[in-house]
């Protein structure tokens, strides 16, 4: 048998083998319509969710619709023929490698940061107990200042630094709306040194892939600042109050960017 041939009777097999279009378990299991993944079911032409769906196994595990309908160029909200992607590279869509990670939000539930390329975005490891925390008011205060000139704060619990953040994502999550009003997303608890490093912090910290901002968190609340581009743009110092003039200038310049 020649290799074209030996090649075209596998894919053969392989696509006979794969899972029916528009199966009704699949939309059983994941406790939606069938119409939430396809434009046109007796067809199988799918919408993003289906596209992603198809492309991650038949599993909507870390599934972000937020983010997803962002890339595809549609609105979450859409299903059907509407959540047909306007992008024609969707779903192999290229996002910037700092914005490339989903992390758990405060409530567990998966955030794709590539939904914030576009903002500038300032991401912070906080923490409850520490000398620093007042500063999640000044925090606050920026991000309701500057949020609909495309802001948004990104807060990362850690409890790397004498473990001043000991509680659990319902404690913290409580102790920031209570005390500091906050309103900005906030995330589960990583880690931003050591083995257990999460892979955002890995990236941000590596000179490989940071050359210019690069280095060791030095402590709670310290700041990366990325444009709406996904460059990392500055970083400022654990104890530096994110309202000093200095860091309100350089993010002003990073929303007056295009």
């Known amino acids: ?47 993003y969710r289906g596209l992603y769906y198809r492309l991650h196994r038949y599993s909507f595990a870390n599934f972000d619709n937020v983010a997803e309908a962002r890339l595809a160029g549609v609105k979450p909200d859409f299903v059907g023929n509407d959540a047909a992607p306007t992008n024609p590279d969707y779903p192999n869509v290229k996002v910037a490698p700092v914005l490339n990670f989903t992390m758990k939000d405060i409530l567990g539930n998966p955030v794709k940061l590539s939904r914030y390329e576009g903002s500038v975005v300032l991401v912070v490891n906080v923490a409850s107990k520490c000398g620093n925390t007042p500063q999640y008011k000044s925090l606050e205060t920026l991000y309701e200042k500057y949020k609909d000139k495309g802001l948004v704060v990104l ?70 600042i990325i444009g709406r581009h996904g460059e990392i743009l500055g970083r400022v110092k654990a104890g530096t109050d994110p309202l000093t003039p200095a860091v309100v200038a350089e993010i002003e310049k990073a929303l007056a960017a295009k």
């Not at 009704?24 to 079911?41: F, L, Q, R, S, T």
């Open 1 to 47: 048998m020649h290799p074209w041939l030996r090649t075209y009777v596998w894919l053969a097999v392989l696509l006979l083998s794969t899972p029916a279009l528009a199966r009704p378990d699949y939309a059983k299991k994941e406790k939606v319509d069938c119409g939430y993944c396809h434009v046109n079911i007796a067809a199988g032409y799918f919408t």
């Open 155 to 224: 807060g990362f619990p850690c409890n790397d630094f004498g473990a001043q953040e000991p509680g659990t994502e319902k404690e913290i999550k409580e102790f920031c709306e209570a005390t500091y009003k906050v309103a900005f997303p906030m995330f589960s608890k990583v880690a931003v040194k050591g083995d257990a490093t999460a892979p955002l912090y890995k990236f941000l910290t590596d000179k490989a892939t940071n050359p210019k901002f690069s280095g060791p968190i030095e402590w709670n609340f310290a700041k990366f």
